[in-house]
């Protein structure tokens, strides 16, 4: 059974960073594609980053400069660096992976305010 552990969620400042995690567990994990999802409240659910099995990356436009997603094969994991953010960036911030079948996590919120 794939599992999906996020972390590193919370309340910052405009301005301030973040580091999410996500911790894949139940299947063999150097060769997939890990995605972060965010949903806003009253909002879809909208891609935030992707990361491949050959390292490569693409980024949604509001990401870009910003975000930076990297992965970590020995532990598993991928991470989200999220620097100069903003009051838009305040969501629910899930990983998923496609196995077979889609697979979510339960989700961490990223609140950003004053």
């Known amino acids: 059974q794939v599992q999906l552990a996020e972390s590193g969620g919370g309340l910052v400042q405009p301005g301030g960073s973040l580091r999410l995690s996500c911790v894949c567990s139940g299947t063999p994990f150097s060769l997939l594609t890990m995605a972060w999802y965010r949903q806003a409240p009253g909002k879809q659910r909208e891609l935030v980053a992707l990361i491949r099995g050959d390292n490569t990356t693409d980024l949604a436009g509001f990401a870009k400069g910003r975000f930076i997603i990297s992965r970590d094969n020995a532990k598993k994991t991928i991470h989200l660096q999220m620097d100069n953010l903003t009051p838009d960036d305040t969501a629910v911030y899930y990983c998923?992976?496609?196995?077979?079948?889609?697979?979510w996590g339960q989700g961490t919120q990223v609140t950003v305010s004053s």
């Open positions: 998923y992976v496609h196995v077979g079948n889609n697979y």
